[in-house]
Structure formats: C-alpha cells, structure tokens
C-alpha cells in the first residue's frame, strides 16, 4: 500500500478543524442574522440549505480539483518510472537522454504555439496572460511530466507496458487521496465564508 502525502493523525486533525469551523460559520451565520448585527445570509434558513444542497457540485468542482488530480497522476509517473533515482547504470543514462530530449521537443512545440506573434494559444491581445497557454499551465506542465517519465520509464524498463503506466497513475492519485479529502472541505468551508459575508 502507498502511503499518502498527509499522515492520518495530521489529516484527522485538519478535518476535524474543518468541522468545527463550518458548524461554528453555521451558528455565527444565524446569531448575526438573528441579532441583526450583521448584513449576513445565514445557512439554516431555507434559502441557506437549498444553497447548500442545490450546489454542492458546483462548489467543488473547480480547476484547482483538475490540477491536484493531474499533479498527482504526473507525480506517479515520475516516482515509479524511477527517473528521480540516483542510480548511474549505462541504461539509466541512456534512459535519461530520452527523456531531456523528449522535453526539449515538448518544450520547443509549446514555444512555437506560445512565441510567435498571433500564436495559437495566446490570448486575442497577444499575451500570454489570460489566454490558453496560461490557464493551461498546471495540465502543461504535468503532462510534459508524464511523458518524460514515461520515455524513462519504457527505456529503462520500469514501464513495461501501458499497465504499468495507469497503475503508475494510480498510485499517484491513492498517495494524494489525502489532499482531495482537504480540498473538499477547504472548498466548502471558503464558499460556505462567501456565502454568507459576500
């Protein structure tokens, strides 16, 4: 069994911090409103629990759920296709060559669709800001990771499939399970914050 990125004592912790801010933002929520002290909508009226309800998705869904999954699917990669190792054999050497050629390649392709004037993916003012390339940057990034890691991997034959891959993916994705029980109730707590102050 991998072990995840957050031991269970500190994640039991944090959760239960959490809790108790989200349940003390509940009752905060309805003494101020109650009390008049504050312009507030408070989460135990009806309009408060059908926000909580009817968009609960849309709370947690968010590019930053995208970009953990894929970091951790690219961290995956990298670890088990043993490119971080130290080891210097003939092969590992070779296997290296590959990989920083395979990322010069990738690099170069994203700088031909970034650096040229009217480029594809920079935005209609012609910067990288707001445009494509920059709110793909997180799933840029990750998925030049993974193909390094995986010409690494199929070159020193830590990867000898693609089953080795996906389980390489999934082992990233069960090390970061912590992280998305965190995000979940970071999200909920921070919308819960906006909904009932802003």
Do not use: N
Not at 94 to 105: D, P, S
Not at 116 to 142: C, D, E, I, N
């Amino acid at each position: 069994m991998t072990s995840p990125l957050i031991s269970m004592k500190v994640l039991s912790r944090l959760v239960v911090v959490f809790v108790i801010a989200e349940l003390l933002l509940v009752l905060l929520s309805w003494f101020f409103s109650a009390t008049l002290m504050a312009d507030v909508r408070p989460l135990l009226s009806s309009e408060g629990v059908r926000w909580f309800f009817a968009h609960f998705v849309d709370r947690i869904g968010s590019p930053l759920l995208v970009w953990i999954l894929l970091l951790a699917m690219a961290f995956g990669a990298l670890k088990h296709s043993g490119l971080l190792s130290r080891q210097t054999t003939q092969r590992r050497r070779l296997g290296l060559r590959v990989a920083v050629l395979l990322l010069i390649i990738y690099v170069v392709i994203m700088m031909l669709l970034t650096i040229w004037p009217h480029a594809v993916l920079l935005s209609a003012m012609g910067s990288l800001w707001h445009s494509p390339f920059s709110r793909a940057l997180v799933p840029v990034v990750a998925f030049g990771v993974i193909l390094c890691s995986m010409a690494y991997g199929f070159t020193v034959r830590t990867f000898t499939g693609l089953a080795d891959v996906c389980q390489s993916f999934i082992d990233g994705l069960s090390r970061s399970a912590s992280l998305l029980v965190l995000y979940i109730l970071f999200m909920q707590f921070y919308e819960s914050l906006r909904y009932v102050f802003f």
